[in-house]
């Protein structure tokens, strides 16, 4: 196996870790407001399948991860501007791990679905 190959897969695998970790955090999410918002349901189980179509080089797991993009974005820029506009409100008292964390997942998923598109001819 040469080092192109094995940067290919340790990519994909890094990715499916990602996707991984969205999914079960948006479950814990989910579990902890009362299953309440429920599309945060659709998210999680999205990400998780796309975890595993990632792990299997699915050709199909491309579209989900573009379909995340969309859903992501929209979603973590909404919880972004919610924290943020809430600690305007409360006199400046930014919950700054809250934030990073959205931050972090926002961008993660924009790295990951380059990746993915960039490497499309991986995928089996």
Do not use: C, D
Request: net charge positive; proline share 2%; no cysteine.
């Amino acid at each position: 196996m040469g080092l192109s190959s094995r940067l290919t897969q340790n990519g994909f695998l890094l990715f499916t870790v990602f996707y991984l970790i969205a999914g079960i955090g948006n479950i814990i999410i989910l579990s902890t407001n009362g299953f309440n918002p429920p599309h945060v349901a659709l998210i999680a189980l999205l990400s998780l399948i796309s975890a595993i179509g990632i792990y299997r080089l699915e050709k199909w797991s491309l579209w989900l991860v573009v379909g995340l993009l969309f859903i992501v974005t929209t979603y973590a820029s909404f919880m972004l501007n919610f924290h943020l506009e809430e600690s305007a409100i409360n006199q400046g008292s930014v919950n700054w791990v809250v934030v990073l964390t959205w931050t972090i997942y926002l961008v993660l998923t924009w790295v990951a679905t380059i990746y993915v598109a960039a490497k499309r001819g991986e995928l089996k």
